[in-house]
């Protein structure tokens, strides 16, 4: 099954990574499969310092999937490093793409210089678009002057492709990824979560303590997938298509769209085994439909 990919001079074997979040740093799925089946996984969003994130609750359910407002909980840059990277080597044998996050650019600098140096990395992720903390990417990802020029900024300290993952809050989708192709983005990734929130019946107020929270899973395919399409007839950098990937089928659609990748979030957290079965009826799908190379599906809609 043909399904080479090339992001930017890194190339993975397959279309599937795991987003960011949901497969931490690999070690904790090895248990249900053999995680080198991934093409790569993203790492956990990750900021300079040591981060709590949000109080609890912070997870929330609906029919089409669920809503976070975890807040970028994690143990900073050095840690993840020092302590992490070691023994997702010893688990992970290809090269993983790290996830940057920050509270100014600043931040987003330090961490991203910091991830550039490490073996195992082998693309950046610049996530500006975090729906559910009170500073940084929620107002950066709005923003395509503050967003070209974070990412100017970090382009200066890496020698590893960067990627920005984008918001569906951007007002002008379309815009922002034309400003970040102009600014030197190697790719991007669309979407970061939908923004959302449940209210509790018993008391009518909110269910989340940060009162909204990031919509994920099933429900926001289509969204997605139509966000994807219309960016792909402006941009001419390889795009990672994330949001609401569920199967084969799934991921064909995302690549006829427009998307050369897939991640997979939320279906990896109500079944481990979504990873591989994915996998699978993808293989079956390209039989069925005669594809011989993934990469001769993408953007297939638009001609």
């Given at each position: 099954m043909g399904q080479n990919i090339d992001l930017s001079?890194?190339?993975?074997?397959?279309?599937?990574?795991?987003?960011?979040?949901?497969?931490?740093?690999?070690?904790?799925?090895?248990?249900?499969?053999?995680?080198?089946?991934?093409?790569?996984?993203?790492?956990?969003?990750?900021?300079?310092?040591?981060?709590?994130?949000?109080?609890?609750?912070?997870?929330?359910?609906?029919?089409?999937?669920?809503?976070?407002?975890?807040?970028?909980?994690?143990?900073?840059?050095?840690?993840?490093?020092?302590?992490?990277?070691?023994?997702?080597?010893?688990?992970?044998?290809?090269?993983?793409?790290?996830?940057?996050?920050?509270?100014?650019?600043?931040?987003y600098i330090k961490t991203a210089e910091i991830f550039d140096q490490e073996e195992c990395v082998g693309l950046i992720e610049l996530n500006i678009s975090c729906p559910n903390v009170h500073a940084g990417g929620a107002a950066f990802g709005k923003d395509p002057s503050i967003a070209s020029e974070i990412l100017t900024k970090v382009k200066k300290v890496c020698q590893k492709p960067v990627y920005v993952k984008c918001t569906p809050q951007c007002p002008e989708l379309v815009l922002m990824c034309k400003t970040l192709e102009a600014s030197g983005a190697d790719g991007l990734v669309l979407l970061n979560t939908w923004l959302g929130m449940r209210l509790d019946i018993r008391t009518g107020k909110p269910i989340l303590s940060n009162i909204t929270g990031g919509v994920s899973g099933p429900g926001i395919f289509p969204l997605t997938l139509y966000k994807i399409y219309e960016v792909y007839k402006n941009v001419n950098i390889p795009i990672i298509g994330c949001g609401g990937i569920s199967s084969g089928r799934d991921v064909i659609e995302m690549m006829s769209a427009g998307a050369s990748a897939t991640e997979i979030g939320t279906e990896l957290l109500t079944d481990p085994m979504a990873l591989p079965r994915i996998k699978k009826e993808l293989s079956e799908l390209m039989d069925t439909y005669n594809i011989t190379e993934l990469s001769e599906i993408i953007g297939r809609a638009h001609k």
């Amino acid at each position: 099954m043909g399904q080479n990919i090339d992001l930017s001079g890194m190339m993975i074997d397959n279309p599937l990574i795991p987003a960011s979040g949901a497969f931490g740093y690999g070690m904790d799925y090895q248990d249900f499969f053999d995680v080198n089946e991934v093409g790569t996984f993203c790492t956990k969003g990750t900021t300079l310092h040591p981060h709590k994130g949000n109080p609890l609750p912070r997870i929330a359910e609906y029919s089409g999937g669920m809503l976070n407002c975890v807040g970028l909980e994690n143990p900073g840059v050095e840690t993840v490093v020092r302590e992490y990277f070691p023994k997702l080597c010893d688990t992970y044998h290809k090269k993983v793409i790290a996830n940057v996050c920050g509270f100014s650019i600043e931040d987003y600098i330090k961490t991203a210089e910091i991830f550039d140096q490490e073996e195992c990395v082998g693309l950046i992720e610049l996530n500006i678009s975090c729906p559910n903390v009170h500073a940084g990417g929620a107002a950066f990802g709005k923003d395509p002057s503050i967003a070209s020029e974070i990412l100017t900024k970090v382009k200066k300290v890496c020698q590893k492709p960067v990627y920005v993952k984008c918001t569906p809050q951007c007002p002008e989708l379309v815009l922002m990824c034309k400003t970040l192709e102009a600014s030197g983005a190697d790719g991007l990734v669309l979407l970061n979560t939908w923004l959302g929130m449940r209210l509790d019946i018993r008391t009518g107020k909110p269910i989340l303590s940060n009162i909204t929270g990031g919509v994920s899973g099933p429900g926001i395919f289509p969204l997605t997938l139509y966000k994807i399409y219309e960016v792909y007839k402006n941009v001419n950098i390889p795009i990672i298509g994330c949001g609401g990937i569920s199967s084969g089928r799934d991921v064909i659609e995302m690549m006829s769209a427009g998307a050369s990748a897939t991640e997979i979030g939320t279906e990896l957290l109500t079944d481990p085994m979504a990873l591989p079965r994915i996998k699978k009826e993808l293989s079956e799908l390209m039989d069925t439909y005669n594809i011989t190379e993934l990469s001769e599906i993408i953007g297939r809609a638009h001609k």
